[in-house]
């Protein structure tokens, strides 16, 4: 290759990347995090130098101060949150991504990483069965994702209603209804209110056992109301993974004249399965969708893709131009018109090397693996003597009380205390309706049957000694034994 420049290339500090990546991934780490929040200060909060540091030096400081703060959800045995497990090949694509520097902010800024775009967004359409001229906006999250869905909607309603939001602005504008569940994903609502909406705006409905809203009680509301509306349904609830009748919602949208958007942030992966869509029937009729790819695709952080039936709208609500943004006739799309910001990372580079990686066969496989494990999990908790499973596992997550929910909260604390206690395993407690559940999420890339019969063993052998009559107060520190069961690693 013609040599353009005359840096010397520094091959040191790639090559300690590498040669440290290797190793992590390959072998066993401590899954939790083994520092405190002082020591980990102690490595990076380090006077600004006024000389700088050698590069290799500064890499090797890099390991040494980050490492003992890492959370392994590349682990296979990490259950806490919906977190994907950062696919190796995604991993290369990315270095190649930074390596590259591109700034996927106009065509001409990296005609590679505009094309790029291009190429998933067709494969994303395909993979998960939706209209296939939506466009897709490559962002940083789910978050994001919501963002600018909702951000097109507003225009578009608001439009239909003879308003020009990105004229007029929002001040002044006819007041929109925001219908969904009480229990929608925090982030619909900071999205919301990020995009100027607030609690006078939002309809929220009563959530049933599993978060969801009930098409009855959505009728209801939006026949109440007259003018602008949105619609935002989910597709996999953050606790119990469960969709709304997305069929349903979708014909009382159309019958409004609103706008849908549906939170399938994990949950819209289901249909890239076939033993899976029909639990999201319905949701190809919407007008928008969030949807992750550092979740069940398992692209490295950070990946969403923002999915909008109307190219239009969607441009419009995040339109931008200037002088210096040059554009031509014969370029390919502009990155920046489907996304909030102008520069960015080329995130499309690492989502496109992940899909070509598994493909079509290997990402239902990926889906169908984790649901089913998932199930037997629940059916191996389920026989569990004083244990119970809150939800329908019909996809990933499991939701797990205590069938006696007298000192719910110590017991489940205790519980997810002397899982992690081993450092082997990482899991988490949540809050939801107003009980204190142990929520696990089958979803690191590696996670399969082996894994979630060591964590449902580990469970079993825990248990007893925790749900006895008088365990009133939480287990203390020095209170905590190691399980005796093994874990799995791959
Ligand atoms: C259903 C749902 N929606 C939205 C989000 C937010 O996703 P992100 O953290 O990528 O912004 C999550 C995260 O777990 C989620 O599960």
Same mark, same amino acid.
């Given at each position: 290759m013609k040599q353009h420049r005359s840096d010397p290339v520094p091959a040191d500090v790639l090559a300690r990347a590498a040669d440290y990546a290797r190793a992590y991934r390959g072998g066993r780490r401590p899954?939790?995090?083994?520092?405190s929040a002082a020591e980990l200060r102690g490595g990076f909060c380090l006077p600004l130098t006024e000389d700088g540091v050698a590069g290799p030096r500064v890499i090797d400081e890099l390991i040494a101060a980050a490492e003992p703060g890492l959370?392994?959800?590349? @682990?296979?045995?990490?259950?806490?949150?919906?977190?994907?497990?950062?696919n190796l090949v995604g991993v290369a694509a990315d270095w190649l991504t930074a390596t590259w520097g591109?700034?996927?902010?106009?065509y001409q800024s990296s005609p590679a990483a505009a094309i790029a775009e291009e190429a998933v967004e067709a494969w994303l359409l395909d993979l998960l069965d939706l209209p296939r001229d939506s466009s897709v906006g490559f962002v940083s999250d789910a978050t994001m994702a919501a963002f600018v869905g909702l951000a097109a909607a507003r225009g578009e309603v608001l439009r239909r209603a003879g308003y020009d939001v990105e004229v007029?602005?929002?001040?002044?504008a006819p007041k929109v209804h925001i219908f969904l569940s @009480?229990?929608?994903?925090v982030t619909n609502y900071a999205a919301l209110r990020q995009l100027g909406f607030g609690e006078a705006n939002f309809h929220k409905l009563p959530s049933d056992g599993a978060g969801l809203m009930r098409p009855d009680d959505l009728a209801r509301a939006m026949a109440r109301v007259q003018g602008p509306k949105i619609v935002l349904a989910q597709a996999?609830?953050?606790?119990?993974?469960g969709f709304e009748p997305l069929g349903e919602i979708a014909a009382l949208a159309r019958f409004h004249n609103a706008w849908m958007h549906v @939170?399938?942030?994990?949950?819209?992966?289901? %249909?890239?399965?076939a033993d899976r869509k029909a639990l999201t029937a319905?949701?190809?009729?919407?007008d928008s969708w969030s949807v992750d790819g550092?979740?069940?695709?398992?692209?490295?952080?950070?990946s969403g893709f923002a999915i909008v039936r109307h190219r239009d709208a969607h441009r419009r609500a995040m339109q931008k131009s200037a002088g210096y943004l040059n554009v031509a006739?014969?370029?390919?799309?502009?990155?920046?018109?489907?996304?909030?910001?102008?520069? %960015?990372?080329?995130?499309?580079f690492a989502a496109w090397a992940v899909l070509r990686s598994h493909g079509r066969k290997g990402i239902a496989a990926l889906v169908d693996r984790h649901c089913e494990a998932a199930t037997e999990l629940a059916a191996r908790i389920c026989r569990i003597n004083g244990l119970s499973i809150l939800?329908?596992?019909?996809?990933n997550q499991i939701v797990i009380g205590c069938? @006696?929910?007298?000192?719910e909260h110590q017991k489940m604390t205790a519980l997810a205390n002397r899982l992690n206690a081993g450092n082997r395993v990482f899991v988490r407690t949540a809050q939801w309706k107003e009980r204190t559940v142990l929520r696990l999420s089958v979803?690191?890339?590696?996670?399969?049957f082996r894994h979630v019969e060591t964590l449902a063993a580990m469970i079993g052998e825990i248990w007893p000694a925790i749900d006895?009559?008088?365990?009133?107060k939480p287990v203390l520190e020095h209170d905590l034994v190691q399980t005796a069961a093994g874990v799995v690693r791959s």
């Amino acid at each position: 290759m013609k040599q353009h420049r005359s840096d010397p290339v520094p091959a040191d500090v790639l090559a300690r990347a590498a040669d440290y990546a290797r190793a992590y991934r390959g072998g066993r780490r401590p899954i939790s995090p083994t520092a405190s929040a002082a020591e980990l200060r102690g490595g990076f909060c380090l006077p600004l130098t006024e000389d700088g540091v050698a590069g290799p030096r500064v890499i090797d400081e890099l390991i040494a101060a980050a490492e003992p703060g890492l959370v392994g959800n590349t @682990d296979p045995n990490f259950y806490a949150w919906v977190m994907g497990g950062s696919n190796l090949v995604g991993v290369a694509a990315d270095w190649l991504t930074a390596t590259w520097g591109q700034n996927a902010a106009i065509y001409q800024s990296s005609p590679a990483a505009a094309i790029a775009e291009e190429a998933v967004e067709a494969w994303l359409l395909d993979l998960l069965d939706l209209p296939r001229d939506s466009s897709v906006g490559f962002v940083s999250d789910a978050t994001m994702a919501a963002f600018v869905g909702l951000a097109a909607a507003r225009g578009e309603v608001l439009r239909r209603a003879g308003y020009d939001v990105e004229v007029a602005g929002l001040q002044g504008a006819p007041k929109v209804h925001i219908f969904l569940s @009480d229990d929608a994903h925090v982030t619909n609502y900071a999205a919301l209110r990020q995009l100027g909406f607030g609690e006078a705006n939002f309809h929220k409905l009563p959530s049933d056992g599993a978060g969801l809203m009930r098409p009855d009680d959505l009728a209801r509301a939006m026949a109440r109301v007259q003018g602008p509306k949105i619609v935002l349904a989910q597709a996999g609830h953050i606790n119990s993974s469960g969709f709304e009748p997305l069929g349903e919602i979708a014909a009382l949208a159309r019958f409004h004249n609103a706008w849908m958007h549906v @939170d399938g942030a994990f949950g819209l992966w289901a %249909r890239a399965s076939a033993d899976r869509k029909a639990l999201t029937a319905g949701s190809e009729l919407a007008d928008s969708w969030s949807v992750d790819g550092h979740k069940w695709l398992q692209v490295p952080y950070d990946s969403g893709f923002a999915i909008v039936r109307h190219r239009d709208a969607h441009r419009r609500a995040m339109q931008k131009s200037a002088g210096y943004l040059n554009v031509a006739e014969e370029d390919g799309r502009n990155p920046s018109a489907f996304t909030p910001g102008l520069s %960015r990372r080329a995130q499309a580079f690492a989502a496109w090397a992940v899909l070509r990686s598994h493909g079509r066969k290997g990402i239902a496989a990926l889906v169908d693996r984790h649901c089913e494990a998932a199930t037997e999990l629940a059916a191996r908790i389920c026989r569990i003597n004083g244990l119970s499973i809150l939800n329908r596992v019909a996809l990933n997550q499991i939701v797990i009380g205590c069938r @006696d929910q007298k000192n719910e909260h110590q017991k489940m604390t205790a519980l997810a205390n002397r899982l992690n206690a081993g450092n082997r395993v990482f899991v988490r407690t949540a809050q939801w309706k107003e009980r204190t559940v142990l929520r696990l999420s089958v979803i690191s890339e590696n996670t399969d049957f082996r894994h979630v019969e060591t964590l449902a063993a580990m469970i079993g052998e825990i248990w007893p000694a925790i749900d006895t009559p008088c365990q009133t107060k939480p287990v203390l520190e020095h209170d905590l034994v190691q399980t005796a069961a093994g874990v799995v690693r791959s």
